[in-house]
């Protein structure tokens, strides 16, 4: 009688055990997951933001051109182009300034003001 108590018992404990261990786990699966779409998103907007560095300084090297021009941007309407996660907002008077904002599932997440200087006419 008394081995079939403490078999329970140590059973009711292994079960509490692999309980605790499964918890723990998810705990941590989910903790890796997250932690692996952060950096993916890191990565991404890292890289977007090097190309927004990399378009302003374009524009520097042709302050004549469009952003349509220079970069197949699409244009949405008068001095305003997108190319994909970047919109070009872009107006010309006596000095072409504008900015590029970059932006990640609907949320604006930076802007890059940009001053070309004067308007050439080749």
Known sequence: ?????HSFSYLMEL??????FIISATVCVSLVVKAKERQ???????AAMSEAQSMIETMQA???QTPQQL????????????????IIEWSQDEFVHG???LYHQEEIISRFPFVLGGIHDE
């Open 1 to 5: 009688m008394k081995s079939k108590g």
């Open 15 to 20: 079960i509490i055990v692999i309980f605790f």
């Open 40 to 46: 993916e998103t890191a990565s991404y907007l890292e």
């Open 62 to 64: 042709y302050p004549s």
């Open 71 to 86: 970069f197949d941007a699409v244009k949405k309407d008068d001095g305003t182009y997108q190319l994909d996660n970047l």
């Open 99 to 101: 900015e590029v904002i």
